[in-house]
């Protein structure tokens, strides 16, 4: 009989890539606003007026939100500005 030796071979394990905190809020915010734009192709509004103004809307809250977003992963200070009691 012959014995099956086999070396030992080093396998690299590579975690997953975790999701940042800021990507993960990005792509909610993604989603929020862009349902929020598709009411309007689902869901028309009835005068001619207030589509502009929804999407302006839209748009406006959107800067809010990313805006908010990113002085807030500005560092120390940005977190300070929003976890003040």
Excluded: H
Excluded at 35 to 61: C, Q
Aim: net charge neutral; hydrophobic share 50%.
């Amino acid at each position: 009989m012959v014995a099956n030796v086999q070396t030992s071979q080093n396998v690299e394990i590579v975690p997953k890539k975790e999701v940042s905190l800021r990507k993960l809020l990005n792509i909610i915010g993604i989603f929020i606003f862009g349902g929020l734009a598709l009411t309007n192709v689902t869901n028309p509004l009835p005068s001619n007026d207030l589509p502009k103004e929804f999407l302006l809307f839209i748009t406006g809250n959107a800067i809010i939100y990313f805006f908010l977003v990113c002085i807030y992963f500005i560092g120390d200070y940005g977190e300070r500005c929003f976890m003040q009691l």
